[in-house]
């Protein structure tokens, strides 16, 4: 089964899905977004658009400048809605922000500050062509927080399709989907621990380990990338992940150890108690 990536965004950026669509497939992925090839189960189109958002394992957030449509459920707009569902549900996401529109959000946090009141009428005076709510919700954006510290997404500047294509294939282009594949991962984990010392451990331990443990696969992602990134390189290399999972094991060995400890000894129930101690 391929995964399902979820594509959002208002009526201004359908040009951009329907190419997105098509790079997507080729890279191995199965895009759902809300103008094609959308699943409908029901008469509620907003629950069903919450519902394929929670299906997927991935999420890409295009910002142009619409703010889109109130949504029922909340005081948001429907696109904000399926983000915060998507963030809520810790999914993998992608934010993408016209570099424009970026740099008009920029001056309107600093006219804001100065007490200068921006609205929709008026906003042409400062040169505004985004919706004012649109420079809102990238601020929120900007100031979520988990467990009382910033949680700040990953956001990319675009000016054509071809910006966002490329950063897709770079964060999660088919040869890094290969490499983190969890068999490839779990070798590497399984022969770290072992060099570290671990007792004999069995292959379906270490994928109990990622499978409880998303955490693990999202923190290798993230170094590897960054890796991969200084090295010049436009996707992630088997390279970026051994060297990734080499400092990830090295600093929490002894914690990745407990809780194999634990599958070992039947405790499952008691392995999601230590995915705090992962992070």
């Known amino acids: 089964m391929r995964e399902k990536v979820y594509l959002a965004g208002t009526d201004d950026v359908i040009y ?7 790079e997507l497939g080729e890279l191995g992925y199965d895009v759902i977004w809300f103008h094609k090839r959308f699943p409908i189960n029901g008469s509620d189109t907003m629950d069903n658009c919450l519902k394929n958002v929670k299906k997927s394992s991935r999420f890409i957030l295009v910002l142009n400048k619409r703010y889109g449509l109130p949504s029922r459920n909340r005081k948001v707009s429907i696109t904000e809605e399926e983000f915060l569902t998507a963030y809520n549900n810790e999914k993998f996401i992608l934010i993408f922000i016209h570099q424009e529109t970026e740099a008009h959000s920029k001056i309107y946090r600093r006219l804001k500050k100065q007490g200068i009141n921006i609205t929709e009428n008026n906003k042409n005076e400062y040169g505004f062509k985004a919706d004012i709510e649109l420079f809102e919700f ?18 990319e500047l675009f000016s054509s399709i071809r910006d966002i294509v490329k950063q897709i294939k770079l964060k999660w ?12 991962l779990g070798d590497l984990i399984k022969k770290l621990l072992k060099d570290l010392g671990a007792d004999i451990i069995d292959q379906s331990d270490v994928d109990s380990l990622i499978d409880n443990n998303p955490e693990i696969k999202r923190e290798i992602r993230h170094m590897a990338l960054i890796f991969g990134i200084h090295a010049g390189r436009e996707t992630v290399a088997s390279q970026d992940i051994e060297l990734a999972v080499n400092i ?30 992962i992070k």
Do not use: C, P, V
């Open 16 to 22: 951009i899905m329907e190419s997105l669509e098509k």
């Open 138 to 155: 990238f601020d929120r954006i900007q100031h979520m927080e988990k467990e009382g510290k910033l949680d700040i997404k990953w956001r």
């Open 173 to 184: 282009g088919t040869d890094a989907k290969n490499i983190m594949g969890k068999n490839n």
């Open 248 to 277: 990830y094991i090295g600093t929490k060995a002894e914690k990745l150890k407990n809780i194999l400890l634990k599958i070992q000894i039947g405790k499952i129930n008691e392995i999601k108690d230590d995915t705090e101690l």
